[in-house]
């Protein structure tokens, strides 16, 4: 039986610490890091990530967005890119917010998180605005393969507090969905993750959920190190807080976007001791 998420997840993390780092190739970046705005110019800055990130730190999170702009060649880079860092021991996080209905999410999870895909990623993120239950068979799936799966609960941007925050039932829709992931998670098995931005206070009850959580928005959304005991806490062990943009803006420079992703994790650490 392959090993579940949480062992996965809590030996890389003692091993590289929590920081999750983001590949964002923003058009911006890639002008910033002299490249051009095309697939070469893409797999460029990925393979300076990977050279970067690799050994360093725990998790790394690709964005699908930045790839699949430049189409098929962009999904080629983003296939090289995941099983790359995946063969280098690094868990990859694939930023793909995919929701839809259930029949629907089963190809998606196949995708993402099935053993055979050319994407196979350690997780990805899903929006369930579908329907909580309409993820049922992905977190099926990733149970199977001891993959994870990382729901929007309150995301770090303003615009989502209407909708996040809107009641329902007698409680938020955020807070729903963390009961839900609470659910799943009573395995053990940390199947079930959820996205807290960590740029606010989320006003989120999480003392009974014990699976991972992403917590982007670190650096450019303005989020910073020193708020994360207090807003996760109690919830620190399998918290990963992520920056994108913070770090990569150290690029194109190997060393350099290597000794920001390492003060960054150091901070981090420092920060949830
Ligand atoms: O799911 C995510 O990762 C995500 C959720 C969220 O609430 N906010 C958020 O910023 N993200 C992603 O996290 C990354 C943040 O990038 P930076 O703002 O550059 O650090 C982007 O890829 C976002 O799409």
């Keep these: 039986m392959s090993k579940t998420w949480a062992d996965r997840l809590r030996a890389a993390t003692a091993a590289r610490g929590r920081l999750c780092v983001g590949i964002d190739p923003h058009p911006s970046l890639l002008d910033a890091w002299g490249l051009p705005r095309s697939a070469d110019g893409l797999e460029t800055f990925a393979e300076l990530c990977v050279e970067a990130f690799v050994g360093e730190v725990a998790v790394v999170k690709p ?156 650096g450019a959304q303005g989020a910073g190190v020193d708020d994360l005991a207090q807003i996760f806490a109690g919830s620190r062990e399998l918290l990963l807080p992520n920056s994108s943009r913070g770090v990569l803006a150290a690029g194109p420079s190997v060393t350099a976007l290597r000794d920001a992703a390492t003060t960054l994790r150091d901070e981090v650490e420092a920060g949830l001791a």
């Excluded at 994407?119 to 099926?140: C, M």
């Excluded at 995301?155 to 329902?168: H, I, K, V, W």
């Design 63 to 218: 964005q699908v967005a930045f790839f699949e702009a430049y189409g098929s060649a962009g999904y080629a880079v983003l296939e090289r890119t995941v099983s790359v860092l995946r063969d280098a021991g690094t868990l990859v996080v694939a930023d793909a917010k995919r929701g839809d209905i259930g029949s629907t999410m089963s190809a998606y999870a196949q995708t993402w998180l099935g053993e055979d895909s050319p994407l196979s990623s350690d997780a990805v993120t899903v929006s369930p605005y579908l329907g909580f239950d309409s993820l049922r068979e992905t977190f099926d799936l990733a149970a199977r393969n001891g993959r994870g799966v990382f729901v929007l609960a309150r995301t770090s941007n303003a615009e989502g507090a209407d909708l996040q925050t809107a009641t329902a039932s007698h409680r938020s829709v955020a807070q729903s969905i963390v009961d839900g992931a609470a659910d799943i998670d009573r395995d053990g098995r940390a199947t079930a993750g959820l996205v807290v931005g960590a740029t606010r206070d989320h006003g989120l009850d999480l003392s009974d959920f014990t699976g991972p959580i992403l917590a982007p928005g670190l």
